[in-house]
């Protein structure tokens, strides 16, 4: 069974410009979640999808969004790039169970802003 | 505010030993319990889930959770070289939040040869 995948691998911006990274889900999945991790630090909770609605978000500014399409694959947004949008982004796919199941993280897309 | 708690460490033992590394929680209504690994510079791993109170085991990891005291605990026994990494626990199905889940900050274990 394929795992999360993610695209691109890196990805290199500079300051103000906008940034487009890519998840696609383990196949049954339908919730995706967006996560922040800087060098060095915790996860950050960015953004919940589920079933093509946002369910959640993180304390992030409103230049972070995202969507869910139809075949539940999702993708992240970072306009009006900041230094400190530097990171890496972890998508990661979970299957919305009575009493919870596990999450499945994909390898990550590493920006970096100029 | 949901929160997950763990010691940051440094955890160091030496190849051999048992590491223990623990998990707080705040919220009562959490129901499963995970525990990643997370190599430098790579993404977090699943390594265990844990939903009831007692033990599980699976191979050389055992959770442990204690809902009661809202603890949730992870032991590698005979810790090799290749279990340093940071481990993150995390929490979900907490009450009125769905599928949200919650990682504590993470715990950096360092096994020494």
Not at chain 1, 61 to 88: I, M
Not at chain 1, 93 to 106: T, V
Request: a negative charge; glycine letters at 10%.
């Amino acid at each position: 069974e394929a795992g999360v995948t993610q695209s691109p691998t890196h990805l290199i911006k500079t300051r103000g410009q906008q940034a487009t990274l890519r998840c696609s889900p383990i196949s049954g999945h339908t919730s995706v979640y967006w996560y922040q991790q800087a060098l060095g630090l915790g996860l950050q909770f960015l953004l919940w999808y589920d079933e093509g609605e946002e369910r959640n978000r993180g304390n992030f500014p409103p230049r972070f969004s995202g969507r869910q399409f139809p075949n539940y694959s999702s993708e992240l947004n970072v306009n009006a790039l900041e230094l400190e949008d530097s990171a890496l982004y972890l998508c990661a796919s979970s299957l919305w169970a009575s009493g919870g199941s596990a999450q499945y993280f994909g390898p990550g897309t590493r920006l970096t802003v100029l | 505010q949901k929160e997950v708690e763990q010691n940051s460490g440094p955890l160091s033992v030496p190849e051999g030993a048992i590491a223990s590394l623990n998990c707080t929680y705040s919220d009562r209504g959490s129901q499963s319990f995970f525990w990643y690994r997370q190599y430098s510079g790579k993404s977090p791993e699943l390594i265990m889930f844990i939903y009831s109170n007692g033990d599980k085991e699976d191979g050389r990891f055992t959770a442990q959770l204690n809902k009661a005291s809202q603890y949730v605990s992870l032991l590698i026994r005979d810790s090799q070289p290749s279990d340093s990494a940071t481990y993150l626990c995390a929490v979900n199905g907490e009450s009125g939040t769905g599928n949200q889940f919650y990682f504590g900050t993470g715990t950096s274990l360092t096994v020494i040869p």
